[in-house]
């Protein structure tokens, strides 16, 4: 192909967009996108947040009373080597007494009518995998040494079994998106090319070959994915700057993401997703009209 | 004189079962201005558009310009498209490109170098005499103008064969003159020139070789015919 005939494809395709692509495809596109690009926004924070509940699933393991230095060093070194062990760290009475009394605030004075420091020593023990919180602390709770294990039973199981529905859930409901947006996306380039069969036809008797025809279009799909895409994703990464600083405000204790970097790796996504359908749908629609 | 075109028994009829053209057997020669006429229906389109490969037969084979149009690949007959370039009665040309750029396309699909293209579009606005209007839309032209742009288009990738259907049917009697003076001058370069008309006085004027169809049949062959009633009062063209 002669540089000059690709420079042709370009110029006519980058034209006919100009020309043919009305406001109301390009703002389908734009909309269908922006739906698209805000529900992996969700997602994504919902992922975020549950990674982050998920890192502070810790367990506390309570040690008996009147344990010795080599004792408790023993007990250590037991739960370092329990399988699936990540962390392990010690809290003694005092400190576990100074984190209680930060927890209970106002409260904390309820601690002095109880007198002595009635909590027992004890290992905060981190899990490699979420999953099996229960499974390890089942096995250090028969460590000889540890009195009794804590790690929010039954709220932990709960949380989990959520996450994993709200993940599911999320990849159903973005796979029927990405369906929607790909027949919008299509319909609309399908609409532009059907307004255009005559002109098909017409190249088609002077003796244009079936990929000088398809060519221009692709060029234009790509143009028209592009444009629409960088609409959607710079109105998204607008609207998500603003809903962080309200959230933020609103319920700090929300851990959104707040790094531009997911949040423009997504916009980037969306670009390509764009310039793909274009691209996909001008070249499958021209071709139902090259029969002449 | 060689043989250019060359009709075998052929037949072409719609899915509709509307006939089109009914065991046609004919040649055309290289160098020839041929007129077909006949009665709306008669299958004169027919005729042109089997030549183009628009549609196939039904029956029969046709060759042209050495190609057997009917076992002819697909991928061929965009080249046999540019042998056989055909002028039409509603101009078909592209609305959004203007008068230069309608007919720069017809070189563009072949590829043809930039420069060689400036030069041959240039050339051949020159000759249907609308150079000045190479920057308008077909919007911007008249009927006449616009059918002279497509002449323009027909004749500047140098065809074998020009065909015209109804050139002229749109246009009144001085313009369509104006456009078979164009043809005749077309024809003396050397290509094949075959149309299709109803035009009583200009097929009388010419009197070139005229084939009538009638109900899809060749009912009549004349090296130098006439077309009905007004045969013996037709006006003569000059050249």
């Known amino acids: ?292 | 004189m060689m043989t250019l075109i060359r009709l075998y028994s052929v037949s072409k009829v719609y899915p509709n079962g509307a006939v089109g053209l009914l065991n046609a057997d004919t040649y055309i020669r290289q160098g020839e201005f041929v007129f077909l006429v006949g009665p709306s229906g008669a299958g004169k389109t027919t005729f042109m558009n089997l030549l183009m490969r628009q549609v196939l037969p039904t029956q029969g084979q046709v060759i042209v310009d050495g190609r057997n149009v009917v076992r002819m690949r697909p991928s061929e007959v965009p080249y046999l498209r540019r042998a056989v370039r055909m002028i039409f009665q509603d101009y078909k040309l592209l609305p959004n490109k203007t008068a230069y750029e309608n007919v720069a396309f017809a070189l563009r699909v072949t590829e043809a170098n930039p420069r060689q293209i400036r030069a041959r579009v240039t050339e051949a606005l020159e000759l249907v005499g609308i150079a000045d209007k190479a920057r308008a839309y077909p919007g911007e032209l008249s009927g006449g103008e616009q059918q002279r742009v497509s002449v323009a288009r027909a004749i500047v990738g140098d065809p074998t064969i020009l065909l015209a259907d109804e050139p002229t049917g749109n246009l009144d009697l001085d313009t369509s003159w104006g456009i078979m003076e164009l043809l005749l001058r077309i024809n003396k370069r050397g290509t094949t020139v075959i149309m299709a008309t109803h035009n009583r006085s200009i097929v009388n004027g010419m009197m070139r070789r005229v084939i009538e169809l009638d109900c899809g049949k060749i009912v009549r062959d004349d090296e130098r015919g006439a077309y009905g009633r007004e045969a013996d009062h037709g006006m003569v063209l000059p050249g």
């Open chain 1, 1 to 292: 192909m002669r540089l000059t005939t690709v420079w042709y494809f370009l110029a006519e395709g980058w034209r006919s967009a100009r020309r043919n692509v009305s406001l109301i495809s390009l703002g389908t596109i734009a909309a269908s996108l922006f739906v698209l690009g805000a529900l992996a926004l969700i997602l994504m924070n919902l992922d975020h947040i549950s990674q982050s509940l998920q890192a502070r699933i810790e367990i506390r393991a309570f040690l008996e009373d009147g344990l010795s230095p080599e004792g408790v060093a023993a007990v250590r070194e037991q739960i370092r080597g329990t399988d699936g062990v990540a962390q392990v760290a010690f809290v003694s009475k005092d400190e576990g007494l100074r984190r209680l009394r930060g927890q209970l605030g106002e409260r904390a004075g309820l601690l002095d009518v109880v007198g002595d420091n009635p909590l027992p020593d004890a290992f905060d023990v981190r899990v490699e995998d979420p999953e099996r919180t229960s499974e390890v602390a089942a096995r250090i709770s028969r460590i000889p040494g540890v009195l009794g294990v804590n790690y929010g039973q039954g709220f932990t199981e709960k949380l989990l079994a959520t996450m994993r529905l709200v993940g599911v859930a999320g990849a159903a409901v973005a796979a029927l998106f990405v369906a929607a947006v790909v027949f919008i996306v299509g319909n609309t380039v399908r609409l532009t090319v059907i307004s255009r069969a005559r002109e098909i036809e017409v190249m088609k008797l002077v003796g244009a070959t079936d990929w000088f025809i398809r060519w221009p279009f692709l060029v234009e799909g790509m143009v028209v994915g592009l444009v629409g895409a960088a609409i959607s994703g710079l109105l998204l990464f607008a609207c998500y700057k603003v809903g962080v600083r309200y959230v933020a405000a609103l319920a700090p204790f929300i851990p959104v993401i707040t790094a531009p970097e997911p949040v423009a790796a997504l916009c980037v996504a969306l670009l390509l997703m764009g310039v793909l359908m274009g691209i996909v749908a001008g070249g499958v629609f021209v071709k139902r009209y090259l029969r002449v």
